[in-house]
């Protein structure tokens, strides 16, 4: 956050966040590097985003939401991240965001998920 902020560091400071940066993206890809892994990291949070796509694409429930916004930290986004299959499992920068759009294509009739990273 320091150097996002125009801020100089230190020698020392340079080559430990680096090193943490490293342990960092590695325990991100451990906590998604398989299905099952995915299932308890992301699963809850897919379900409700899936609920809500399949909902707003029915138009099952009167008066269905046209955004929901969802917080979070880091690790959620590069979690649903890999998850999706989307993106690298590195450190988003600082307010990094995941937009996922639903579409309709009426000429079809079917609709789609746009990921935005």
Same mark, same amino acid.
């Given at each position: 956050?320091?150097? *996002?902020?125009?801020?100089?560091?230190? =020698?020392? @400071? $340079?080559? /430990?966040?680096?090193?943490? @940066? &490293?342990?960092? =993206?590695?325990?991100?890809?451990?906590?998604?590097?398989?299905?099952?892994?995915?299932?308890?990291?992301?699963?809850?949070?897919?379900?409700?985003?899936?609920?809500?796509?399949?909902?707003?694409? *029915?138009?099952?429930?009167?008066?269905?939401?046209? /955004?929901?916004?969802?917080?979070? +930290?880091?690790? $959620? $986004?590069?979690?649903?991240?890999?998850?999706?299959?989307?993106? =690298?499992?590195? +450190?988003?920068?600082?307010? *990094? *965001?995941?937009?996922? &759009?639903? +579409?309709?294509?009426?000429?079809?009739?079917?609709?789609? /998920? &746009? /990921?935005?990273?």
């Amino acid at each position: 956050m320091q150097r *996002a902020h125009g801020h100089k560091l230190a =020698d020392w @400071q $340079i080559k /430990v966040f680096e090193k943490m @940066q &490293e342990i960092y =993206d590695t325990t991100m890809k451990l906590e998604t590097s398989n299905e099952p892994l995915k299932r308890l990291k992301s699963g809850p949070l897919l379900k409700l985003l899936l609920q809500n796509f399949q909902n707003a694409s *029915a138009q099952q429930q009167k008066g269905t939401a046209r /955004v929901n916004l969802y917080s979070g +930290h880091d690790d $959620i $986004i590069v979690s649903l991240r890999n998850s999706l299959s989307v993106s =690298d499992s590195t +450190h988003p920068p600082y307010a *990094a *965001a995941l937009i996922l &759009e639903l +579409h309709k294509n009426p000429e079809y009739n079917y609709s789609y /998920v &746009e /990921v935005c990273t």
